[in-house]
């Protein structure tokens, strides 16, 4: 069983540098809703994101960040809703249980990231926030450290 906190890449630099910056510094960033943790972990130029919408169908994917300022707003949003709402569990345990990051693909100074939610998190009401989506991040080797140039995000996990 796998360890949840613990990085699958104790001795490969690069993709153990890219899974800290996608899982446990974004984790804990969203947790405390304070951007300023992971605002450095971005190439601002030439950054887009795409929202896949929880479409297989890429006909109905989002041109919805087309810029880091967009999506800086959407996080802060989102993260700011998450930290309004009461949890019958640890939200950063629920989290981290819920992430897969194990799929790196790295060619010379750039890298194609699979992140999948696959669970969800116990709210205080009983009801249950099912997270079970993916991302793919384009990262690359930016000013000697990997920092995320762009996703397609919000795409259904499973695909299909």
């Not at 960033?29 to 450095?40: I, N, Q, R, T, Y």
């Not at 190439?43 to 994917?61: A, C, T």
């Not at 450290?145 to 397609?152: A, L, P």
Request: charged share 30%.
């Amino acid at each position: 069983m796998r360890d949840p906190f613990q990085n699958p890449f104790p001795s490969d630099r690069a993709r153990h540098a890219i899974w800290e910056m996608l899982v446990s510094r974004d984790i804990d960033a969203f947790l405390a809703a304070d951007w300023s943790m992971v605002e450095d972990d971005f190439v601002e130029e030439g950054f887009i994101g795409i929202d896949g919408r929880k479409e297989v169908n890429p006909d109905k994917w989002r041109l919805a960040f087309p810029s880091l300022a967009a999506y800086r707003e959407e996080w802060l949003t989102q993260a700011r809703e998450f930290a309004g709402q009461s949890f019958a569990e640890d939200p950063r345990t629920a989290i981290f249980t819920t992430t897969t990051l194990e799929d790196i693909e790295i060619e010379g100074e750039t890298a194609l990231v699979r992140k999948k939610f696959d669970g969800g998190i116990t709210k205080a009401d009983g009801t249950r926030d099912v997270l079970q989506w993916q991302t793919l991040y384009y990262c690359r080797l930016h000013q000697g450290r990997w920092k995320i140039s762009g996703f397609t995000g919000y795409l259904p996990n499973p695909m299909g």
